[in-house]
């Protein structure tokens, strides 16, 4: 009468699948077993450390707006950290210069981003009409077009294009708002104008609104890095016995006989076996997930096909005293296209979390590539090191000041790209996904590429499938004991 969870992929989405199917499991029988083709677990979030040096490899932290991640802190064993108050900075690049987005409108109209008609263009969003269509509903239109129509084609340029470099390393012009911004949508469909939805949420009192761009939130982390939690998570779960992991472990197939999922599987030490399982959670990234049900879903494998996810390499360089006094206390720079600069954008780690850099030092992490430059792939490690010490150089006037630290971080396929038509996708998705549970049920997606590319978002996604999937089998097993 044993069931079993087999989840695949132990990024935060499948580690956190893993913890709500314990979390709604506990007390029964039903076996976890989560599976890793890496030799670690945390996928993306990846801390790596060497001499007093600590980058990030993917994602800086997440927003403690998010009530599921105490809860998964508390289970890793950890202190979370928030980041210094330096992070609430934020700088453009204009012109090749630094420039800070200042909060309040009087700085930030008069700091230069902007032209005197830019200014006056986006004065005027309190008499643009919303656009819905017949029935009232959010146009799915671009990001770009979107402000565009509201604040101006030069504001979209210089502010909103560099935002989505940031979040998604993606083209503007082809990101659907409501799929990538959906908080933006949101305010102009309540409030009819961004202008009066600011001030609106501004005096509203012991509400958490956020911003336009979406949720409030402290950023934060851990003391030893983001890849603390999935970590911790994975060795508390194991040692607690609620869930078991098997890292080194790639799933090559995966089918359903009428009466359970089957999973052919090859470990780098034992080699090739077949796993058994009464539901499956794929927590991977979606081509992977795309090859595994090609087979008894290739509708849904065709639409997870289609996601883009372009290559991006993360590239950390640390600078001594010098650099330190000309860049910044902030949390970083967004860059537009066009400028000069081939760097999406720079983060300051050493001003966001403490101890991230030797004392008299600087790092310095940046990104290259995504949906606007993805020649950047064929690039090399020193083609890549070669054209951020470039970039850098010129942005904090650094001369001829070499690196004492570098790094580099390839990604083949990094950030799910939400271009416009992804809702109706991921609507088409989960009908297809509907549609095949009730012939062979058990099968949940879970990952980055469906519902908010955030990594607290991914892990709210997976613990709520494994939840999901954990309190099915129990109802099935009561209704077979009758």
Not at 6 to 35: M, P, Q, T
Not at 457 to 464: D, I, L, N, R, W
Request: hydrophobic share 40%; with cysteine; charged share 25%.
């Amino acid at each position: 009468m044993t069931k079993r969870i087999v989840i695949v992929g132990a990024g935060i989405a499948g580690l956190a699948a893993a913890r709500g199917a314990a979390d709604s499991a506990r007390g029964s029988d039903i076996e976890i077993l989560l599976l890793e083709s890496s030799p670690t677990v945390g996928g993306k979030a990846k801390t790596i450390r060497r001499g007093g040096w600590l980058l990030e490899a993917g994602p800086t932290g997440y927003l403690d707006s998010e009530p599921l991640m105490d809860t998964l802190v508390k289970a890793a064993g950890l202190t979370k950290i928030a980041a210094d108050d330096a992070a609430a900075r934020r700088f453009l690049v204009r012109n090749g210069r630094l420039k800070e987005i200042k909060a309040s409108p009087p700085a930030f109209l008069t700091s230069g981003i902007l032209s005197p008609l830019g200014v006056m263009r986006i004065a005027t969003e309190l008499f643009r009409k919303k656009l819905s269509d017949p029935s009232g509903n959010t146009v799915d239109e671009s990001v770009w077009d979107f402000a565009a129509r509201r604040l101006g084609p030069q504001a979209a340029d210089r502010l909103i294009a560099p935002m989505v470099l940031g979040v998604f390393a993606g083209d503007a012009k082809r990101t659907s708002l409501p799929a990538a911004f959906p908080r933006m949508a949101e305010l102009e469909r309540d409030y009819g104008s961004l202008i009066k939805a600011l001030v609106a949420l501004k005096t509203e009192r012991g509400r958490e609104s956020g911003g336009p761009a979406g949720p409030s939130g402290k950023l934060t982390s851990f003391a030893a890095g983001l890849e603390e939690l999935p970590r911790a998570l994975a060795e508390r779960g194991q040692a607690a016995g609620d869930f078991q992991v098997r890292t080194s472990t790639r799933v090559h197939s995966l089918g359903h006989d009428g009466l359970r999922w089957h999973l052919a599987v090859e470990h780098a030490e034992s080699g090739l076996q077949s796993i058994e399982a009464d539901a499956v959670i794929l927590a991977t990234e979606p081509h992977i997930a795309a090859r595994l049900v090609k087979e008894d879903a290739p509708d849904i494998a065709a639409e997870l096909t289609a996601i883009p996810m372009p290559p991006v390499a993360v590239v950390g360089l640390g600078y001594g005293p010098k650099a330190l006094a000309k860049a910044p206390r902030g949390f970083g720079a967004l860059i537009q296209r066009g400028g000069g600069l081939r760097i999406l954008g720079v983060l300051w780690d050493t001003h966001l979390f403490p101890e991230r850099s030797p004392d008299g030092t600087i790092l310095m992490r940046c990104m290259i590539g995504g949906a606007t430059d993805t020649a950047s792939g064929d690039l090399s490690d020193q083609e890549l090191v070669a054209i951020t010490k470039h970039d850098l150089a010129k942005l904090h006037q650094l001369g001829s000041e070499e690196p004492c630290f570098t790094e580099v971080i390839r990604y083949g396929h990094a950030i799910p790209q939400y271009e416009v038509g992804h809702l109706n996708r991921v609507r088409r998705i989960r009908e297809h996904l509907k549609g095949l549970n009730e012939v062979t049920p058990g099968l949940s997606l879970a990952g980055n590429y469906l519902d908010g590319v955030a990594f607290a978002k991914s892990a709210k996604v997976g613990y709520e499938a494994g939840k999901m999937r954990a309190e099915e089998l129990l109802v099935r097993k009561a209704d077979v004991l009758g």
